[in-house]
Nanobody
Framework: QVQLVESGGASVQAGGSLRLSCAAS????????MGWFRQAPGKERERVVT????????YYADSVKGRFTISQDNAKNTLYLQMSSLKPEDTAMYYC???????????????WGQGTQVTVSS
């Protein structure tokens, strides 16, 4: 059974940092791509960043460029999102996703985690 389990969400003040983790398990083969999404209350889900199995990061949302960094530890089957210079508008539920194919730099996400809440106060 495939599982993606996010952790690391918290309440922080603006300007602070957080590192989110996503532990993947149950895959018979390494996902071709993974990524982070977020959804704020009343807003549509937003793609934040995508990375492929080779470590190539094909996409960062403009709103997080220069502040967020995705990385992965294949030995630990864990995906990370280092977030710095956090802003109140970064407040959202953050979801980890994985897919078995890509279209361009985007991932066709077949699997989703349950999410971890990030709240940034001003």
């Amino acid at each position: 059974q495939v599982q993606l389990v996010e952790s690391g969400g918290a309440s922080v003040q603006a300007g602070g940092s957080l590192r989110l983790s996503c532990a993947a398990s149950g895959f018979t083969a390494r996902p071709v791509c993974m990524g982070w999404f977020r959804q704020a209350p009343g807003k549509e889900r937003e793609r934040v960043v995508t990375i492929n199995s080779g470590g190539y990061v094909g996409y960062y949302a403009d709103s997080v460029k220069g502040r967020f960094t995705i990385s992965q530890d294949n030995a630990k089957n864990t995906l990370y999102l280092q977030m710095s210079s956090l802003k109140p508008e970064d407040t959202a539920m953050y979801y980890c996703a994985a897919g078995s194919s890509m279209y361009g730099v985007f991932c066709r996400n077949n699997y989703w985690g349950q999410g971890t809440q990030v709240t940034v106060s001003s």
